[in-house]
């Protein structure tokens, strides 16, 4: 049994979860609307964020769908190949872990 059925027993547990998952969630996505306007890869945390809320509440995947699909119309908009997509986010990616390296060995 894992902890998500285990805390899911009791009505008052189902309640518990929600909050927890709303939280954490609500937290995640508005963090992300935040990096949205500063620096950092705002629609994945958005994405993230409502990647969590949508395990327990459906108006959330909904929302996640149509803004999966303004992304991509947004991101065909740019007019960039493919493959200079991928190489931008694979060269994001790795600068994020580097810079997390160095951070944590100081």
């Known amino acids: 049994m894992n902890l998500r059925s285990w805390i899911k027993k009791t009505t ?8 927890i998952i709303g939280i954490i969630g609500g937290g995640l996505t508005v963090a ?4 949205l306007i500063g620096p950092g890869p705002g629609i994945l945390i958005v994405l993230a964020g ?4 949508a395990t327990e509440f ?3 995947g909904r929302v996640m769908m149509s803004t999966k699909k303004i992304a991509a119309k947004a991101a ?6 493919p493959w200079v997509k991928y190489f931008l986010i694979s060269g994001g990616a790795v600068v994020s872990i580097i810079t ?7």
């Open 100 to 106: 997390i390296f160095i951070y944590l060995s100081r």
């Open 32 to 35: 992300g609307a935040v990096a």
């Open 12 to 19: 008052v547990g189902r309640i518990v979860w929600r909050v």
């Open 50 to 53: 409502l990647g969590i809320l």
């Open 58 to 60: 459906a108006w959330a």
């Open 76 to 81: 065909e908009r740019t007019g960039m190949k």
